[in-house]
């Protein structure tokens, strides 16, 4: 019952987030966008009896990341570090599900796909991201790492919970690369629709697979 309430409460505070970013609502937007990663860590507590301290502490970076970015021209490199360790958190929690041994060759090809998509980032982005390139390039590195121990999952481990993991992360990709292209490369339009939809719904999808 609990956990139904905390559901709820960050259901209908991504559904006002949005809504405030569709319409460009800034006071609405400072008042949801931080309550977000809050409600889903408590929900997340309450709905499953082993927790873990790493997606919690992921979702925390989420928080701060979150609320830097309110003010993204005067706190974005503090955002994109929060992120960043946020990333980090999730890959070490991925690792723990995967036993490595058992590798194949076919499935470290697998991460060729994320190199590529990277590279185009990085040839359309690079140009414009001036004195943060290296920590550019490193987070575009990381989150693919991310992204890509989820698909190990889904092959050793199939089943709904990893498919929505694998799901949360791809979103995830789509809402920093849509993040990255509207501050740095030239403003989309409903970019905060977009980057706010596919955020939330990449936190709230990991969260579940990992139930």
């Not at 809050?38 to 873990?52: F, H, K, R």
């Not at 575009?140 to 199939?158: F, K």
């Not at 849509?178 to 905060?192: Q, R």
């Amino acid at each position: 019952m609990v956990n139904t309430f905390w559901l709820l409460l960050f259901i209908i505070l991504a559904v006002f987030n949005l809504l405030f970013n569709y319409y460009d609502n800034k006071k609405g937007i400072h008042f949801t966008k931080p309550l977000l990663m809050p409600s889903l860590m408590i929900y997340y507590i309450y709905a499953t009896e082993g927790y873990s301290y790493l997606i919690l502490a992921a979702l925390f970076c989420g928080f701060l990341g979150d609320t830097f970015l309110l003010n993204h021209e005067k706190h974005f490199l503090k955002g994109l570090i929060s992120f960043f360790v946020g990333h980090l958190l999730y890959i070490i929690y991925f690792a723990g599900e995967i036993s490595f041994s058992s590798l194949r060759f076919i499935d470290m090809a697998w991460i060729l796909l994320y190199i590529g998509y990277a590279l185009i980032l990085v040839k359309y982005l690079m140009p414009y991201l001036g004195s943060i390139k290296i920590l550019g390039a490193l987070y575009m590195g990381v989150i693919m790492i991310m992204s890509y121990m989820t698909l190990l999952i889904v092959i050793y481990n199939p089943g709904i919970m990893s498919i929505l993991m694998l799901i949360g992360s791809l979103l995830f990709i789509i809402s920093d690369s849509v993040l990255a292209f509207n501050a740095f490369k030239g403003k989309i339009k409903y970019s905060g629709f977009i980057i706010m939809s596919t955020y939330i719904a990449a936190q709230f999808l990991i969260v579940l697979g990992a139930i």
